[in-house]
């Protein structure tokens, strides 16, 4: 018996059925073992010797895989074609070592595909495990360990909120928080354009005004308004007559098939996905069969594939849509390994896979992949000069048009928002271009219907998409094409930035924590640096240098760097970072005044302090001034805290009623000390209305509704962590508003409880098949197509089976739903918790005295 490993459950069930009988296939289900989150699990005084332990919930997985391995006679690892493919591979191999379970014979295959004919090709050519792939490995885990667990107790002392720290982590959340600041200090400029309107054979066409008095116009010649309406006017005067006709050919190519980077951004662009969700799907069509390996930098084509995509072009359009040459492309990412094919469909015949969200990046995949073998577009652009009598004055009309679409017909690849000096999206073009303009002659004067002159203003810079950070860190070579998913993950799960309409911006903790890796690790946070990083461990990978020898160069200036940070008190960091952050907190007023000065006392000056919940900024002469404003208020913006401000007296009890500002926002205060009632202040109640009466209602919460006339239980109506709210007997009723809280009567109320105990709330109703098939043959039952928790499922009322994550709904048959039930029903009942059988009574018996047992040795990994 040959047993062969593979990742997912899903491959091994695929693999198995083109292997045939003498194979049996297992799945590690991905890494299996990792270094522990302690200390000392790389050492390096011991040539950066690491510790690895198995997954706790993986045991059971290598259980049985060590089983069937003893009784193999060969063992084939199959895990994915890339580094970390071949790290699982060495990480199994290792284990099974450890136990004295390896077979005899050991072999590697890979396959960038899986079909029957890929994986049957594969396994007539194995190899052994490539050293080199895993060396690189080791040095990217121990390189990330040893920043992480060195770098971030450093953060947890000296910078309070700070939760971690990464090698590419860091770099990309300094690109956002880089283009807030650019956003930040961006000023706006007017310009003005002036278009003439006109007409001619009946078809209206725009021109814009390219020259003027004489000099030539460009987006920001016309600043003001007193030029723009000078211009306007001798345009209005002007009697303007065809002066140039240019007509130029243009060609437009192909952009090559999908690598892993690009597809996250064009998956983002067209359809609104996650890079993290893009992958996944991803991996569930490449498991499938219907795509080639999504990890991957290489933009070729194998021969093939270039062969059945020039046929499936043919047969969808024409010879004429097949270049005469096969295409042929070379990646221009830093960095670029091109070790595999780009991402395509393995039969191009297919334009259709899944359903779902796979259907939509499955036929994103194919289009690419199509397009990026078809003929070149033919455009024509034309150009028409339009000159008054003077001379001094032009306009320009542009068009374009497709002459043959080649490619076009298929595809066209979106574009990023990058933007020009001048704040105009670069990337879009001129309206105008894409007009058709009438046919024209020198000399020909087409009718002016009217003049527009337009105001606009320079735009700042973007902030970044998932798209274009996923490009600019692939422009820099930082990261690899597999992990940006992962680390624009971290940067939201850490909460290092919040994402807003699709877009990055970087939340203060993630603007200090920047800030203070650009103060004290400068060189850590470099773009050259961190991509020089990545090339050094690319010629790990590659034979061509030594991954002690790369780790040692790096650990032999970082270890003392974080000493000495280390060695720093809290308030030496904190006045580095008020003077580091100096120009953004406190910038120049621009009146001569000093930028620092408390508006608060008049006399103390500001400066960033630390405090337990994260900086804030303060007066130096706390505590006689208490002014106090958040981090992330630069130049003073936003609500200051001058410490608490009285509102009044309780009339009941005569305790000072104020209002104050913490952590989580302003809130009201009655009394002082432990004893003292609280009270958040609701965004939607108004400025205005928010006195000392409504405040002492708040305070007063929760009010008693009434009771409820069949429960005979009390209705009650407060502010809670969620919002306003009623609550009866346990169960909650969401409000529409604060102002609610104490408008409801008691029918309303009883109404609003009714509705969510009947699924307003948290209830659910019962839900409508989506498709009914007819009785089952064999059990009788009733079989519908039904929305799970879990996604959809076939179900005959006795069994379940849930439909392939890459099956369409819409498209599933009675033979198939059958088919899918009489699986399901075949391997038996799901397992469970068997109960212990009752032990029954036995008479007593003196106990036998045992040995006592050998000790065992612990397992080592």
């Known amino acids: 018996m040959q047993l062969v490993i593979v990742e997912s459950p899903a491959k091994a069930k695929t693999i198995e059925k083109y292997l045939g009988r003498d194979f049996k296939v297992l799945a590690s289900y991905g890494h299996v073992r990792d270094l522990p989150p302690k200390d000392g699990s790389v050492d390096p005084d011991d040539g950066f010797a690491m510790q690895w332990l198995l997954y706790p919930d993986k045991a059971k997985r290598m259980k049985e895989i060590q089983d069937a391995a003893k009784g193999a006679d060969r063992l084939i690892l199959a895990t994915d074609p890339d580094r970390e493919g071949e790290a699982i591979s060495w990480h199994v191999q290792e284990l099974l070592r450890s136990k004295k379970a390896l077979p005899a014979a050991v072999d590697r295959v890979t396959f960038n595909a899986i079909t029957k004919d890929a994986v049957l090709t594969a396994m007539a050519a194995p190899r052994a495990l490539d050293d080199d792939l895993i060396d690189a490995y080791r040095a990217r885990r121990a390189l990330d360990y040893l920043v992480g667990f060195t770098l971030s107790p450093v953060l947890w002392r000296k910078l309070p909120g700070a939760k971690s720290a990464g090698r590419v982590q860091s770099v990309a959340l300094r690109l956002v928080v880089e283009r807030e600041r650019e956003i930040e200090a961006f000023v706006a400029q007017q310009y003005w354009s002036i ?16 020259r003027w008095r004489g000099d030539k116009i460009e987006r920001l010649t016309i600043t003001n308004e007193a030029d723009a309406r000078a211009a306007e006017a001798d345009v209005k005067a002007g009697h303007f007559t065809v002066d140039l006709v240019e007509t ?18 064009e998956a983002a662009r067209k359809l609104g996905f ?11 069509l490449y498991e499938d069969g219907a795509i080639t390996y999504m990890r991957t930098d290489g933009v ?7 062969s059945a995509a020039h046929k499936a072009i043919a047969k969808r359009y024409d010879g004429g849509y097949v270049p005469d040459q096969p295409r042929q492309y070379q990646t221009k990412a830093k960095n670029a390994q091109e070790a595999h094919e780009a991402i395509r469909p393995t039969d191009f015949s297919k334009d259709k896979a899944g359903g779902g969200d796979h259907a939509r990046l499955y036929h994103l995949i194919w289009k690419r992949a199509m397009a990026s073998q078809m003929a070149s577009a033919r455009l024509e652009r034309t150009s028409i000069d339009l000159t008054d009598g003077t001379g001094k004055t032009m306009l320009r009309a542009t068009g374009q048009v497709i002459k043959f679409p080649g490619f076009l017909a298929l595809y066209d690849e979106s574009r990023d928002d990058a933007v ?5 999206n670069a990337d879009a073009g001129d309206d105008d271009d894409a007009r058709l303009l009438p046919a024209m002659a020198k000399g020909d004067a087409p009718a002016k219907t009217g003049v527009e002159t337009e105001s606009h203003e320079t735009q700042p810079p973007p902030r970044y998409s998932e798209a274009s950070l996923v490009k600019k860190m692939e422009e820099l070579g930082i990261g690899r094409p597999s992990t940006y998913a992962s680390i624009l993950q971290v940067l939201k799960d850490r909460a290092y930035v919040t994402v807003e309409k699709n877009r990055f911006i970087p939340e203060e903790s993630g603007r200090l924590l920047t800030a203070f890796l650009e103060r004290f690790f400068e060189r850590y946070v470099q773009y050259d640096f961190t991509a020089g990083l990545e090339e050094e461990l690319d010629d790990v990978s590659g034979g061509r240098a030594q991954w002690q020898a790369v780790l040692e160069r790096f650990w032999r200036d970082f270890k003392p760097r974080t000493g000495e940070v280390m060695e720093q008190k809290p308030s030496e ?27 608060n006392c008049g006399t103390g000056k500001l400066a960033l302090r630390g405090g337990k919940f994260g900086p804030f900024i303060a007066c130096s002469n706390y505590p006689d001034c208490k002014f106090t404003r958040k981090f992330a208020q630069p130049g003073g913006n936003g609500e200051a805290d001058t410490g608490p401000e009285t509102m009044g007296n309780d009339p ?3 305790l000072e009623v104020t209002k104050r500002s913490g952590r989580f926002g302003p809130y009201i205060q009655l009394g002082e000390g432990k004893e003292a009632k609280r009270s958040s202040i609701p965004k939607d109640i108004p400025g205005e209305d928010f006195d000392l009466d409504y405040a002492l209602r708040l305070l007063s919460l929760p009010r008693e509704v009434g009771t409820h006339p069949e429960s005979g239980k009390p209705i009650m109506a407060g502010l809670g962590r969620y919002g306003p709210y009623l609550l009866h007997d346990g169960k909650y009723a969401k409000l529409t508003g604060t102002a609610e809280i104490f408008d409801i009567g008691m029918n309303a109320a009883v109404v609003r409880i009714a509705e969510a105990a009947n699924g307003g709330g948290r209830g ?24 799970g928790r879990f996604g959809p499922y076939v179900t005959d009322g006795t069994t379940n089976a849930t439909l392939p994550k890459s099956g369409d709904p819409a498209t599933l048959t009675l033979e198939e739903a059958i088919a899918l039930i009489d699986a399901r029903a075949a391997k038996g009942p799901a397992k469970g918790k068997k109960k212990a059988a009752p032990k029954k009574a036995a008479a007593k018996k003196p106990a036998a005295k045992k040995k006592a047992p050998a000790k065992k040795a612990a397992a080592k990994e």
């Open 573 to 599: 960091i904190t006045a580095a970072l008020d003077e580091f952050l100096g120009p953004y907190l406190f910038p120049d007023k621009g009146d001569g005044s000093d930028p620092r000065l408390c508006p």
């Open 274 to 284: 996650s890079a993290s969700h893009t992958m996944r799907i991803a991996q569930g």
């Open 764 to 787: 659910r109703t019962k839900a409508e098949p989506l498709n009914t098939f007819g009785p089952h043959p064999t059990s009788g039952g009733e079989m519908k197509l039904m929305e």
């Open 420 to 424: 020009n000096g001048s704040g105009k």
């Open 195 to 210: 278009t003439g309107l006109f007409e001619m054979a009946g078809t209206p066409f725009r021109a814009r005004l390219a």
């Open 300 to 306: 070729q084509m194998d021969g093939s594939a270039i």
């Open 652 to 654: 009941d009890s005569g």
């Open 248 to 265: 130029k050919p243009l060609t437009r190519n192909p952009p090559p098939p999908f690598t892993t980077s690009t597809l996250q951004q």
